[in-house]
Structures are given as structure tokens and as C-alpha cells.
């Protein structure tokens, strides 16, 4: 997306430049979920949250482009990293499809200054982050730990420990506060993504707690994809997710997490209520994860296909295409220079995991802690013993 920061107005926000004329004029009726462009393609002016708060989002031209160029591109690498590990290159891969309006509406969100915690599933946040979208496949490939520096990009290792990265990053928040970072518009806040299956383990709660109490500037931002792994949603709650927050002390909301418009704003608005010194607040993306949960995964065993295609007529893609075709913004020539695009960024990727060069085996001890260990010492000597013992035999 273009550079910049995309006007976006609500009740406390900054007023951007109107775009009236391109929006349907109906306010966003459904305090349920937050939503500003329809699966139809069609554009709301404004939605309201539970709270009363107003959402708006407004782009020019170039930054409506921008954010289908990201969900596309984002996208096709994620169906390349795919076909990678059914040919045997990567060992495992969790795909994104169908949360892309999600990450990439919370990703273009986040200020240069902001800091994000995920888990390890969200390749499109860290593609907004401007990381090599090859570093989580050299982390599924198995030949790193995951190569990017977090306090360069701002964006931490992924975490598999379901909700543990949640406990970081309110640790983390909690220090900037303390440090003196929040209270203007050039303060730090901090977002961590987790999922709906997540929001039952210990950590989240906990999180949820000391992130309430000590006022820390931090977004939980939970993309609700319906399932974890194969346990569905009514496993996980009986009251609407963003609703739990309530109970912690602090708001929460429900965006349509297909929308990337609304993404945007609703994530923007509570990172900026965050740098100001207000606290938490939960973000529920309201998704569905379209493909498996992982590539060990086959979900044909525990759902059916037609609620499947019920959500591939909500896809986060096809409705930005829609209303950028509605409103004129974009034309043919534009989407097939996208699509050449994606293409082009998906071989080039593939080249390069084809060509990593796989480790040394003891380098598997280096990283784990800044200064090493002992034990860990120990470890890499026995290690390194038993290499040896095959040296100068045939296998
Ligand atoms: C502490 C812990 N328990 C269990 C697992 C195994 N596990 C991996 S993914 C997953 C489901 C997570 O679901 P959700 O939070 O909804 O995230 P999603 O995968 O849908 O993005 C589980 C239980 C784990 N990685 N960590
Ligand atoms: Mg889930």
C-alpha cells in the first residue's frame, strides 16, 4: 500500500478527506460486527461498535489499489508455500487463505513505531511489515529458527505455543508503558494476534488480566476463523468472543474480519486509543479459515462443504475486486498487472527455498539463548560425538 497513513475518522479519531460520492450512504446498522464493505462489494459509510463508536475508513485511489495489490499478493504466496510442502520442501505450512482482509487490514494499520506479536499463521502481517516473505518458509523448511531481527521490523518470532505470545507481548507493552513510550501520536503500542481456540488457554486469560489492570497499550487482535484445528467455535464459548472483554475491564468489538477496509479501521482506531494511554482493548476479526489448519490437517473430516462455500461467497479478495470495478478505481489492465505480479513474486520465491542451503546440524543450539548454557553446551558436544561416529562410513 502506498505510504502514508489512509484517513480514517471515528468518534475520537482524526477526520480524513470524504469520499461520500464512492460510498453507499447507509450507516452500518449491525453493532455486532463492524463492517464497511459488503460481501457484495458495496461500501458503508460508517459502522458503529458496541460502544457507540463511529468507523470510517477513508483511501484515495492509489491506497484502495494498494490494499488489494497486498491481499492478492499475500494470498498467492501463501498458495506457493502450500504446493512447496506437498512437494516435500517445506515439512509442515499453516495457510492464511482466507484471512487475508484480516492481516492485511490490522497489518497496514500498525504505525512504523508499533509492535506486533504473532503466532504463526499470520505470513500477511508480516509481509505489511516489510519481512522477506521467505523467512517463515526457511522456519517450515527447517533449516532456521525464523531469520528476521523483531526489533528491526517490529514483529516478533511466530509462536505455536497456543496464547503464550499473548503473555510477551502484554510483558512487553507493560514496559512501554512503564518506559514512558505512550501518551501522543508518536506513541508505541503493541498488538498480539491469537486465535479463537486460543482464547481458551490460561495465558490469554491471564494476559487479559494484567493487560487490564496495568492500563498496558496493547490490541488483542483475535482472528476467529470458526475452528481450532477441528474443534468448532461452540466448543470455545458460549457468548461472543469480543464480549469476554467486558468481564476483563476493558471494550471489545467485532469487526468483519473479510473486510479489509473495516480491518483497517477498527485496528487502527484501538492501536491509536492504546498509544494515548487508554488501555487495552479486544478486536474479534470475524473469519473463516477456508483451507486446513495446517498442511497435516484434512478438515473434510470434520466439516461439510457446503458451509465452506457459504464463505467463499464472503471472500475477502473477490469483494475488494468488486468495488474496485463498482467505482471505477481500478481497471482490467491493473488486476492482470497485479496477477503478473503475485506470479512473477511466486516463482522468484520458490527459487529461492529451493535453493537454501541446508544447515550444519549443530547449528540447531545456536539462538536459543543470547549467552548459551552449560547444558546446552553439553548437548552440542554429545552431539557433535555422535556426528562423527558416521564420518568415513557409507550412510
Ligand atoms: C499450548 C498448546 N496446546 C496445544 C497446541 C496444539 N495446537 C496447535 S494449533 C491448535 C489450535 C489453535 O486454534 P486457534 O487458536 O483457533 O488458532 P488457528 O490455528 O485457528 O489460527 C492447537 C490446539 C499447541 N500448539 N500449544
Ligand atoms: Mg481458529
Excluded at 287 to 297: F, L
Amino acid at each position: 500500500m502506498a505510504k502514508g497513513d489512509p484517513g480514517v475518522t471515528t468518534t475520537r479519531g482524526r477526520r480524513a478527506a470524504p469520499r461520500a460520492k464512492r460510498t453507499a450512504a447507509t450507516a452500518g446498522g449491525d453493532p455486532e460486527l463492524v463492517q464497511l464493505l459488503t460481501p457484495a462489494g458495496e461500501r458503508i459509510e460508517s459502522a458503529f461498535g458496541p460502544d457507540g463508536t463511529e468507523y470510517r475508513a477513508d483511501f484515495t485511489d492509489e491506497e484502495y489499489r494498494g490494499l488489494y495489490r497486498d491481499l492478492v499478493l499475500v494470498r498467492k504466496l501463501d498458495a506457493e508455500a502450500t504446493a512447496l510442502q506437498r512437494q516435500g520442501e517445506l515439512g509442515l505450512w499453516a495457510s492464511l487463505l482466507g484471512q487475508e482482509a484480516a492481516q492485511v487490514g490490522s497489518g497496514r494499520a500498525l504505525r512504523r513505531q508499533d509492535m506486533a506479536f504473532p503466532t504463526y499463521r499470520e505470513h500477511g502481517v508480516l509481509y505489511c511489515r516489510g519481512i522477506d516473505p521467505i523467512m517463515p518458509l526457511g522456519l517450515f523448511r527447517g533449516v532456521d529458527q525464523g531469520g528476521w531481527d523483531p526489533n528491526e521490523f517490529k514483529f516478533n518470532m511466530y509462536t505455536i505455543v497456543i496464547g503464550a505470545q499473548t503473555l510477551h507481548a502484554t510483558g512487553y507493552a507493560m514496559g512501554v508503558h512503564m518506559d514512558g513510550k505512550t501518551g501522543g501520536d508518536d506513541g508505541e503500542a503493541v498488538i498480539a494476534y491469537f486465535g479463537d481456540g486460543a482464547t481458551s488457554q490460561g495465558d490469554v486469560n491471564e494476559a487479559f488480566v494484567w493487560a487490564s489492570v496495568f492500563n498496558a497499550p496493547l490490541v488483542f487482535f483475535c482472528q476467529n476463523n470458526q475452528y481450532a484445528i477441528s474443534e468448532p467455535l461452540e466448543r470455545q464459548t458460549r457468548v461472543p468472543l469480543y464480549q469476554r472483554a467486558r468481564g476483563f475491564g476493558f471494550p471489545g468489538v467485532r469487526v468483519d474480519g473479510n473486510d479489509v477496509l473495516a480491518s483497517y479501521a477498527v485496528t487502527r482506531h484501538a492501536l491509536d486509543n492504546a498509544r494515548h494511554g487508554q488501555g487495552p482493548s479486544l478486536i474479534e476479526a470475524y473469519t473463516y479459515r477456508m483451507g486446513a489448519h495446517t498442511t497435516s490437517d484434512d478438515p473434510t473430516r470434520y466439516r461439510i462443504a457446503s458451509e465452506v462455500e457459504a464463505w467463499q461467497a464472503k471472500d475477502p479478495i473477490a469483494r475488494m475486486k468488486a468495488f474496485l470495478e463498482k467505482q471505477k478505481i481500478a481497471d482490467a489492465a491493473f488486476f492482470a498487472e497485479v496477477d503478473e505480479q503475485a506470479r512473477a513474486e511466486s516463482v522468484h520465491l520458490r527459487e529461492r527455498v529451493l535453493a537454501m542451503p541446508d544447515p550444519e546440524p549443530v547449528t540447531m543450539f545456536d539462538h536459543v539463548y543470547p549467552h548459551g548454557s552449560p547444558e546446552l553446551d553439553e548437548q552440542r558436544a554429545q552431539f557433535s560425538r555422535y556426528l562423527e561416529s558416521f564420518e568415513g562410513s557409507a550412510h
